[in-house]
């Protein structure tokens, strides 16, 4: 299966909410569409900002010393928490050999203090690096961040989502899942961007953009 019918997979055998928590969260996606968010990623031709984040062992990982070795392939997930970024990230990870066949870094990004991102790696097997953007500092920088609303918060608190002590601070901010290849020039090759969480790339379309 492709990710994406593994994602409508996993929502056709996810137990049933009740209706009104189910419509909550659909309208809270709706509204976030509908504030035009997506539009102010990185598009493909522009030029994608460096950037410097430490990976799960605390060391820094720098897009212009990747790029000078390749491509990178960056993908922002919002927490080890979301079935879906584990979803993402795992198939991500099976084509990892294609992406290096085609000399190009796969890196993910989250606002999860290290030792999560550690466990996500853990759970999921990854063997890419996984870093940490200490506030979302740079996904700001991207236009990705939103704040979840305070019924989101609710519902995720009785969900048993803990993202204050996932992300080490008490804003709600997350970023959206955004999937980049970034040329060796430095350029966006590809990029998909999306308000909606369950909606992701797949890892075959990105591997295309490589060629």
Not at 35 to 62: M, R, S, W, Y
Not at 87 to 99: G, R, S, T, V, Y
Not at 121 to 127: F, R, T
Not at 186 to 200: I, L
Request: with cysteine.
């Amino acid at each position: 299966m492709n990710l994406a019918q593994q994602i409508q997979a996993f929502k056709n055998n996810a137990p049933a909410k009740p209706a009104e928590v189910t419509q909550t969260m659909q309208q809270a996606t709706q509204d976030l569409i509908e504030t035009g968010i997506e539009n102010n990623a990185p598009k493909v031709g522009e030029l994608f900002p460096n950037f410097a984040l430490p990976n799960q062992n605390g060391d820094n990982v720098e897009l212009s010393t990747l790029l000078e070795q390749g491509s990178v392939v960056l993908s922002f997930y919002r927490g080890g928490w979301c079935p879906y970024c584990n979803l993402e990230l795992a198939a991500l990870q099976k084509k990892l050999p294609e992406f290096k066949a085609k000399n190009a870094h796969l890196v993910a990004i989250s606002p999860e203090q290290p030792d999560h991102s550690l466990s996500t790696i853990e759970k999921n097997e990854l063997a890419f690096p996984v870093l940490t953007d200490e506030g979302n500092a740079f996904a700001k920088k991207l236009g990705l961040v939103f704040t979840l609303p305070i019924e989101i918060q609710k519902l995720y608190a009785q969900f048993g989502i803990d993202v204050v002590a996932h992300n080490g601070d008490e804003t709600f901010e997350l970023p959206l899942p955004a999937t980049f290849v970034i040329g060796q020039d430095g350029n966006v090759q590809y990029a998909f961007v999306k308000a909606d969480y369950t909606q992701r790339a797949e890892p075959d379309d990105v591997l295309s953009a490589l060629n």
